[in-house]
Nanobody, 119 residues
Framework: QVQLVESGGGLVQAGGSLRLSCAAS????????MRWFRQGPGNQRELVAA???????DYADSVKGRFTISRDNAKNTVYLQMNSLKPEDTAVYYC?????????????WGQGTQVTVSS
């Protein structure tokens, strides 16, 4: 089992910045990829950014150049630095990790943190 606790959401004006954090506990040695998803009002949940255990990253086109995902393996924490925020970035942001336990892969989710960007 892996538990995820997110923090860092809030209200910010357009053009501002926020940093989200997601701390993992439990069987953290089994974690490979760490990802951030978001779900805006009336929208499906979408992948925002991902980072592998080796540090390779990938981003949704809508956030490239504005968001940066990083991880601190010693702290079992993944971060999402969000700059130049836009009202359309308003959503609940969810941390997600993939953990492989006894050769079976599992998805674990955080509780979500609200990000609201005002125009």
């Amino acid at each position: 089992q892996v538990q995820l606790v997110e923090s860092g959401g809030g209200l910010v004006q357009a053009g501002g910045s926020l940093r989200l954090s997601c701390a993992a506990s439990g069987r953290t040695s089994s974690i490979s990829a760490m990802r951030w998803f978001r779900q805006g009002p009336g929208n499906q949940r979408e992948l925002v950014a991902a980072i592998t255990s080796g540090g390779s990253t990938d981003y949704a086109d809508s956030v490239k150049g504005r968001f940066t995902i990083s991880r601190d393996n010693a702290k079992n924490t993944v971060y999402l630095q969000m700059n130049s925020l836009k009202p359309e970035d308003t959503a609940v942001y969810y941390c997600n990790v993939i953990a492989t336990i006894v050769r079976v892969s599992y998805n674990y989710w955080g509780q979500g943190t609200q990000v609201t960007v005002s125009s």
